[in-house]
């Protein structure tokens, strides 16, 4: 999108409707830096919903992190984790997209991974089989964060005796769905939220200004 502010142009990117012109308030668009490529940064809200699901697994640098699901969602979920530091494991059983990383995989099996800190989710299925993998590989406390779409038939025993925390996530982040936010352009205090729709943007558009994550080959 270009967009202009007084007499000045300048690349945006922006979760607004499909069309030739929109006009969104500022909640829901960031500038793109000069030094990104405008390709790279038309992932950015896609990579919002990545980062988001990322944020809600509460890893950090030398977690164990699974992702389960390597479509672009989970392509980009495994980028930022590898970024931040975290061992990162992928899951698809569609070969074409394993033979990308020697870090992919085509089952839980396969991967032959344990004490995982958290699962991320980004299927799209009818089966059960996501959710049942995570519980299996993960470790007694972990988190398993449902980003994709995928049935949650989840077994009380599994979730009982290891103590595991189920959480579905919702989209971008904090304001997504929200008109005082996404129409009315209120943004909610930094202090009480620090990772909002529009700053997950932010920060995701930052990472590819710095080359801290790397997309030209999912073009």
Not at 127 to 139: L, M, V
Not at 155 to 170: D, G
Request: glycine residues 6%; negative net charge; hydrophobic residues 40%.
């Amino acid at each position: 999108m270009l967009a202009t502010a007084g007499k000045i142009w300048t690349w945006a990117v922006s979760n607004g409707n499909h069309a030739e012109y929109v006009v969104v308030n500022q909640n829901l668009c960031t500038r793109i830096p000069d030094n990104t490529d405008i390709k790279e940064a038309s992932f950015t809200v896609l990579g919002s919903i990545a980062l988001h699901g990322l944020r809600l697994s509460e890893t950090s640098l030398g977690s164990k992190v699974v992702v389960i699901g390597l479509g672009i969602i989970g392509q980009l979920v495994c980028r930022l984790a590898e970024a931040q530091g975290s061992e990162v494991i992928g899951i698809d059983p569609d070969t074409k997209r394993t033979d990308m990383n020697a870090n992919f995989y085509t089952s839980v099996e396969e991967a032959n991974m344990t004490n995982v800190d958290s699962v991320i989710i980004s299927a799209a299925t009818s089966s059960n089989e996501p959710i049942e993998g995570a519980t299996k590989i993960a470790r007694n406390k972990a988190k398993i964060v449902v980003v994709g779409d995928i049935p949650l038939n989840i077994s009380r025993n599994e979730f009982y005796y290891k103590e595991l925390e189920l959480v579905v996530s919702k989209s971008y982040g904090p304001g997504r769905y929200d008109k005082q936010y996404e129409i009315l352009g209120k943004d909610y205090p930094i202090e009480y939220v620090r990772w909002t729709e529009n700053r997950n943007f932010e920060a995701f558009i930052k990472l590819l200004s710095q080359n801290q994550i790397e997309l030209s080959d999912l073009l």
